[in-house]
């Protein structure tokens, strides 16, 4: 997505107690929520906020069989075609021998290649620079961003989220990288999701 | 307030006092921004010193030859591979905390699962030194991988228990890397958002990779987290069972058993924990984290420590007993004489290793004893030092008399050499141990957060308010609506 400033009002709650519940409302009333941005892993966060589940395992699976399809085709080629090796006069196609080394490449295989794709799904690398809506976010609060278009009229959107629950209301500017407005596409809209 | 979770009154609660969620923060990432006390510059500078002794070790080693070590016609292998097992062995204690346990759901594995986690990083990178010193002309170590040389090429041997070894160990270590790291990624942001200095903001802003916290963040971030601990679960017993094939495949009498695999990986999980008490115990107090390692974390651990240590024991017994049922006489010979047999030269060594890994850990049947921190710190020693000489015993046991008696005559006992590399590691270790407990949060911040509200002391008493006020009414308020 092509970068831009953007306009946000962000609300942040101290109780993912009250969180839910406004999630609920803000997406009822139709905003649509940028992102809420959490200390921790709250579960079912994500289905309240409507986002689809992730398919990363799926990925793992995938870099798990091209590992272990790697290390068994390597090592076949190498011992019966490339260099046979006469050792102990035991076979050259040693399967059972090769099963260490196999299961090792698996496990290497679906594990780096799961960290990369997670890292480039989540733009997560050392010198990425990107928008942080509150520092505490990282800390002790629970901070939903939602995006502005031209028709939000953003003095009543923010009376709307102190009436949720929100301990701290304010409209942000911020500069979108290629990152923001990534998920757009696969939130669902609260009427969709509820089918009315 | 309503409760998101509930859990029963019967568990202990996972963290003491009366927190809240920026409390947590203020007591991990508080010391990182403090600076260092004396006890820990002396500590660190003692590493450094060890760690020094140990590379004038390897540099004497590689300089004249393995010959500075005490190997002799019979013993190829001594201090060294015994080293290598044993720090190995170590490292698996890290793994089953972060991966076994969270397939498990343990909460109490979130207290200590950071710190275990990065034992086993730096267990590994000890215990990679000896294999790779050992091969005396280490500039020639690459010739391990299976790369296209201009020798042929001439492969590797991927038959061979040894080359197992490499991929077990070097996958090992970069999972555990990755699994590591992956979980730090969000607690390096806590740092980076408190920070003070734009020195620190600059390079926790660096290894937090630009964490935010996005709910759909960690929606994958968890998917992650568990998907590697299951690919770390077989990972871990696949290492130890490999380490104990490069023995099991010989032919060599003590060594040519079925038994190693599981014997091994259980012992592996026993010195572990031996060695994650150690730790933590210190920590624990030097940082004053009593209220999120508590006495019911290193209870937890006690009863792992008495059960791996049992099941080695059983492990002992049984190979004791297939030796004499087995009726093979050379495969009796190394257990009748020269283990078990306390007048022959090792037979210390084995009457030792009964004591340290199967007598004592049988204390921690007892709750009194369990909960206890000054015994639980000397049984971590003694169990470590039980665990070091079990594969003592293994090897030297099983070698030191070869199929050939005019050469058993020589005793087998380390140069300064292997004993200074052996402290090598052990400064290599405490030197990592020591800056990561400055540097990196201790405990996992936010699983810490994550486990409050169900785990933690004050949220607990306010549960069994509520509870004793009228109990169908609160399973149906709040249980049923909870789910």
Redesign the interface.
Known sequence: MAGGIKKFVVGSFD???VLFPAVKNVRKAGYKIH?????????G??HA?G?R??S??TA?FIY?VTGTTTALT??TW??TK??P?N?GG?PNF?LP??I??T???T??F???G??LT??Y??????????H?FH??????LF?MAIECTDKTDDASLQSFLQNTGAKEVNVQIAETGWWIGR?DKEQKLYREEKGY | MSLLKYESQQREPLVDGNKDYHQITEDIIGPIEMKPSRLWYIGFYISVALLMFGVYSIYREVTYGIGQWNLNKTIGWGWDITNFVWWVGIGHAGTLISAILLLFRQGWRTGVNRAAEAMTIFAVMCAGQFPIWHMGRVWMAFFVLPYPNSRGPLWVNFNSPLLWDVFAISTYFTVSLLFWYSGLLPDFATVRDRAKTKFRKMMYGVAAFGWTGSTKHWQRHESLSLVLAGLSTPLVLSVHTIVSFDFATSVIPGWHTTIFPPYFVAGAIFSGFAMVQTLLIVVRKVMNLQDYITLGHIEAMNKVIVLTGSIVGCAYLTELFIAWYGQNPYEWYAFSQNRANIFTPYGWSYWLMMFCNVVSPQLFWSRKLRRNITVTFFMSIIVNIGMWYERFVIIVTSVYRDFLPSSWSTYYSPSIWEIGFYLGTFGLFFTCFFLFAKYFPVIAVSEIKAILKTSGENYKAKMTDIEKSDAEKFYIEKVEHAH
């Open positions: 109780d993912e107690a992102d809420v941005y959490t200390p921790f892993p709250v579960h966060l994500d906020m986002l589940e992730t990363l395992h793992g798990g390597f090592m190498v011992f490339d260099w090796l050792i035991k040693a021998a090769w260490p080394i299961f090792e490449l496990v290497l679906a594990a780096v799961m960290v997670f890292c799904l989540c733009n997560l690398a050392p010198f990425v620079k990107k942080h520092p505490r976010a990282t800390d002790d901070v998920y």
